[in-house]
């Protein structure tokens, strides 16, 4: 008896990076997730095969979501982070949806969030502890709850025209909260 399945399909310039050296990355995902992955170079699209004796039907789902992360653009090493907790999620913001199909429109936008020589996406990603990956014509996430909601927030501010110098007073301020709020976790209750 046959397992249940998954498509993905991926753009040809990723199935390097989905396979990796020698298969390293393609293998990782099958050890790690108890799937097999098929990958047809020809058109992008990748099988994923969850065996009948699976007892997390959820694996495909997660599986699933690596095989796109790696699709939208993430190195394989930050797309991983989907398999170390399941509170990390996975999220795609697409920018045609703002702006339809115009290829000028796209670029500016992508250079918004890029900024220059990298700078704007890399103070994202140091603010929020999110990954960044912006590809094609999304824009991808991979985070913790509360970190991808600020580097999605962020995101939306650039792409709604907000001034750069806005936005990365709004991630300080991010950064701040968080930082406040995981020190109140471990601070100790006493009653007098």
């Known amino acids: 008896m046959e397992g249940s399945k998954a498509y993905v399909k991926i753009p040809g310039d990723r199935i390097g990076a989905l396979v990796g050296p020698d298969g390293t990355v393609k293998n990782v995902i ?8 098929e990958v047809d170079s020809e058109n992008g699209t990748v099988q994923i095969t969850l065996p009948a004796t ?4 959820t694996v495909l789902f997660r599986a699933k979501e690596l095989v796109t992360a790696i699709g939208r653009g993430f190195a ?6 989907l398999l170390d907790d399941d509170e990390i999620v996975f999220e795609v913001i697409d920018l045609r949806e703002t702006v339809g199909r115009s290829a000028s429109d796209l670029k500016r936008l992508k250079g918004r969030v890029i900024g220059k020589e990298g700078k704007t996406r890399r103070i994202i990603e140091e603010l929020s502890e999110a990954n ?6 999304t824009i991808s996430i991979i985070g913790y709850p509360d970190q991808a909601s600020v580097a999605r927030e962020a995101v939306s501010m650039l792409i709604g025209g907000c001034l750069h110098g806005t936005v990365y007073r709004f991630l300080h301020k991010k950064r701040r909260e968080l930082k406040k709020q995981r020190l109140q976790l471990w601070e100790p209750t006493y009653r007098s």
């Open 54 to 57: 699976a007892e997390d039907p």
């Open 76 to 81: 394989p090493d930050h797309a991983f982070r």
């Open 30 to 37: 099958e050890k790690k997730l108890n799937v097999s992955l």
């Open 132 to 137: 960044i990956s912006v590809y094609g014509h």
